[in-house]
């Protein structure tokens, strides 16, 4: 195969086809999507776990914060895995109506919850972009 220089991307064809060049390549995509995944899945968790704690807290101080369809009992654990579920579903922008925030401070808490999933996927839109985008460069 002749060597050929290509002016749109600048750069020597031959290499493409050379199999070590496109392992490589693929290599550093999936350990690019990998860390991009595995950072996400940690801002998600951590959101989810930390607003379900200031969840509890609202309701610890005052059970009229909160209007549920279930009853909370007075189990720590069972009122904080309900509180977990109910900001896994905020997060995700579900929002089934069964836990509803009454109290200003908890619609506050919900906002913050919501925006922050958005910046969570805004953030992940844009380096799923720019791993294409660089990739798209090498070649």
Do not use: W
Not at 28 to 34: G, N
Not at 55 to 68: A, G
Not at 124 to 132: D, L, M, Q, T
């Amino acid at each position: 195969m002749a060597a050929y220089f290509n002016f749109r991307f600048g750069i020597n064809q031959d290499h493409i086809y050379c199999p070590a060049y496109v392992h490589s390549i693929i290599t550093k995509i999936i350990d690019e999507s990998h860390r991009l995944a595995h950072v996400l899945t940690i801002f998600t968790v951590l959101i989810v776990l930390s607003f379900s704690a200031d969840y509890q807290s609202l309701y610890i101080l005052d059970p009229e914060n909160f209007k549920t369809v279930t009853l909370l009992n007075d189990a720590f654990f069972v009122r904080f895995f309900e509180f977990i579920y109910f900001s896994l579903i905020t997060f995700s922008s579900v929002g089934y109506g069964d836990i509803v925030p009454i109290s200003i401070l908890g619609k506050i808490l919900v906002m913050m919850e919501i925006f922050l999933s958005f910046l969570v996927l805004i953030f992940g839109i844009a380096n799923i972009n720019r791993i294409h985008v660089d990739n798209k460069q090498l070649f």
